[in-house]
């Protein structure tokens, strides 16, 4: 038995195992003294998920022989509203990294308050081992082991790393089919044949930039000529190198799973996407220097946007990161201990619980319109995403402002507080 009063860790996770689970649980330490003392008794909800299902998938391989892959589907907290969190599909997907994105996906869809809770799912798999047709009946089987999950008012998934909107296309066709009826609800980050939001693309990137720039504002630190340094060339990374060349800054580098480039003239986006798109790799792309993998995180730049994997700015290379602001386009790229040095160093972070809320916010875009079945401009869901992540920011800035905190902890704490302002009003069943 564990009482509020006497939190220990559940039996599934390894206390050796200083996982993802576990910076989130330390973030949520940090923070829980934070709060108002009348939430106390419910912190320990957020400290374990609701419920975890771990599904095997077994799928026929295109040469007749059989692979069963691990799969996961992970509600952390639903006080709120419906569990909301992508699908992951990476070889390093792990039950305690799920429950760690999951955590981060409920505090992140308090802090820019949409009426969800916290989710995620994955399998533990190498995508670019598989053909497309093997990729597809993965998706498939993959759904119908999570389906008593998922649905369009119990959870909703979205794509994460290496899954996108036709994976979503799968998964809200299997879903439809075993319900008898089209549910385009059930997922979003959909193609716009299938009830797909306008936005919904660039929304994560788009919503790092914002904060950047407001970020940048609070500085007095102009983006109109400032260096940028991306990890991650995938759907986050792309769109927000993007964005910050079309308001005039310059990506002098950029990192992916092929590649580190580095050109302090500023890499040219549109023609590394496109040699990207053809030869599936950033290896030998033109106008850029390759430069060691190492060697990313002292590039002197003004801005750094980590926007792959979890860890990459760690107590072994936070101490010669150059930029000035970091803004979390991946969820948990920073460890606490990274965290500590950059603070010692004035370095600037704008969490991903705030950072990379834009696509979290412009999926309730598309779940509105969906359940409405009526669809926004583009300039029109912009514009609100655009409203939504500045004021996100402006209220985070003020409360770190005022009681002197990092806007990490700023953002937990009015996460966690409408997390467990819900939580305390429903009282406990039965
Ligand atoms: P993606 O699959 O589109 O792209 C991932 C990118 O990371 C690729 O360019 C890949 O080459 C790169 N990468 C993978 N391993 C790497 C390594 N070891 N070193 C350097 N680069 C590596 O994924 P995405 O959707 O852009 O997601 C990236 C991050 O952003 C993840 O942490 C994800 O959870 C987070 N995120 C995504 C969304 C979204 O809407 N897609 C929303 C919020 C947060």
Redesign the pocket.
């Known amino acids: 038995m564990t009482t509020s009063s006497s939190p220990h860790l559940p039996s599934y996770i390894s206390a050796e195992n200083v996982g993802p689970w576990h910076i989130y649980l330390h973030q949520v330490d940090q923070v829980a003294p934070l709060l108002d003392k009348s939430l106390w008794p419910w912190v320990e909800t957020l400290r374990r998920p609701k419920r975890a299902l771990i599904v095997d998938v077994p799928i026929r391989l295109d040469n007749g022989e059989t692979a069963h892959f691990e799969g996961y589907r992970v509600h952390h907290n639903t006080s709120r509203g419906p569990g909301k969190g992508?699908i992951?599909y990476h070889q390093d997907v792990t039950l305690s990294e799920v429950m760690a994105?999951a955590g981060w996906m409920t505090i992140k869809n308090a802090v820019v308050n949409v009426p969800f809770g916290g989710a995620k799912g994955g399998i533990r798999v190498d995508p670019r081992q598989l053909s497309l047709s093997e990729l597809e009946r993965l998706t498939r089987r993959y759904t119908s082991e999570i389906g008593t999950m998922i649905g369009p008012d119990k959870d909703i998934p979205?794509?994460?790393?290496?899954t996108n909107a036709q994976v979503m296309a799968w998964m809200m066709d299997t879903y439809s089919m075993g319900e008898g009826r089209t549910v385009t609800g059930v997922v979003t980050g959909k193609p716009l044949a299938l009830g797909g939001s306008l936005g919904r693309q660039d929304a994560?990137g788009r919503g790092v930039f914002v904060t950047a720039r407001e970020a940048a504002k609070k500085l007095g630190l102009p983006i109109a000529g400032a260096r940028v340094a991306v990890?991650?060339?995938?759907?986050?990374?792309e769109a927000s190198a993007r964005m910050f060349v079309e308001a005039g800054a310059k990506i002098v580098a950029i990192?992916?799973?092929?590649a580190t480039l580095y050109n302090p003239a500023g890499l040219d986006i549109k023609a590394l996407k496109a040699y990207h798109a053809a030869e599936r790799t950033l290896v030998g792309a033109p106008g850029a220097e390759s430069i060691a993998p190492q060697d990313f995180w002292t590039v002197p730049c003004e801005f750094l946007v980590p926007?792959?994997?979890e860890s990459q700015i760690n107590q072994y290379n936070a101490a010669g990161v150059q930029a000035r602001i970091i803004v979390e386009?991946?969820?948990g790229p920073t460890t606490p201990e990274a965290e500590a040095i950059l603070a010692e160093r004035d370095i600037l972070v704008v969490p991903d619980v705030l950072a990379?809320a834009g696509?979290v916010t412009v999926s309730y875009f598309e779940w509105v319109q969906d359940f409405s079945s009526f669809f926004w401009s583009e300039e029109e869901i912009n514009q609100r995403l655009e409203r939504i992540m500045a004021e996100a920011f402006g209220a985070i800035w003020q409360l770190a402002d005022d009681r002197k905190l990092s806007l990490r902890t700023a953002a937990f704490v009015i996460g966690c507080s409408r997390v467990l302002e819900a939580r305390l009003v429903r009282g406990l069943y039965p």
């Open positions: 992508g992951r994105l979205a794509p994460d790393m290496n994560t990890q991650g060339f995938g759907n986050v990374g990192q992916d799973v092929s926007a792959a994997l386009g991946a969820n990379n696509g």
